[in-house]
C-alpha cells in the first residue's frame, strides 16, 4: 500500500478588498452620538444641578411600577427658583432628545412642580411639600440612580 499524497489546490487569485471609506470625524456627529447615548434622566440632572436644586433623587421604577422608568425628585429654595429648574430641564431635553414634556403642573404657584415626560416624571418640590409628601419613601427599594463622576 502507497500512502497517498495531499493534493495541492491551485491557487486561487485573492480579490482586493474594497476600500473602505473613512468616517465622518466631524464633531458635530460625535456629539449627535454622544447625545443619543445619555439617558433622559441624567440630562435632567445636569439641569437642575445647573440652577442650584437640592437633594437630587432619581429612582429606576422599571420592574416596580408601570406608570414610569423612571422617578426624578428635587426641590429648589423658593417657588422662582422650581420655576427655573423647570425651565431648564423642559429645554435642555428638549435640545438633547429632542422631547417636550407631555403635561407640565404646578408651574404657577411651584411648590410642587411635575413634568410628565413619559418614562420619566420630574418632581420639583419646595422643601416644605418635599418632607409634607415624601415620595421618596414610596419607592424606598427601587435602585437608585447616580450621575457618573
Not at 471609506?21 to 447615548?37: D, G, K, M, Q
Not at 440632572?45 to 437630587?56: G, P, S, T, V
Not at 429606576?60 to 427655573?84: E, S
Request: hydrophobic share 40%; aromatic share 6%.
Amino acid at each position: 500500500m502507497q500512502a497517498k499524497t495531499p493534493r495541492k489546490r491551485p491557487a486561487t487569485p485573492r480579490k482586493k478588498a474594497a476600500p473602505v471609506p473613512a468616517p465622518e470625524t466631524s464633531i458635530e456627529v460625535e456629539e449627535t452620538l454622544a447625545e443619543e447615548l445619555v439617558p433622559t434622566w441624567l440630562t435632567a440632572i445636569h439641569a437642575a444641578e445647573d440652577k442650584q436644586a437640592l437633594d437630587i433623587e432619581v429612582f429606576d421604577l422599571r420592574g416596580i411600577t408601570t406608570m414610569a422608568d423612571t422617578f426624578f425628585i428635587c426641590h429648589g429654595r423658593n417657588p422662582r427658583q422650581n420655576q427655573a429648574i423647570c425651565d431648564e430641564i423642559e429645554q435642555r431635553v428638549k435640545d438633547v432628545h429632542g422631547e417636550r414634556p407631555m403635561a407640565i403642573e404646578g408651574l404657577k404657584n411651584a411648590e410642587w412642580v411635575l413634568m410628565d415626560y413619559g418614562d420619566l416624571v420630574v418632581h420639583i418640590f419646595s422643601e416644605a411639600a418635599r418632607e409634607y409628601y415624601d415620595l421618596g419613601r414610596l419607592y424606598r427599594d427601587a435602585q437608585r440612580l447616580q450621575a457618573p463622576v
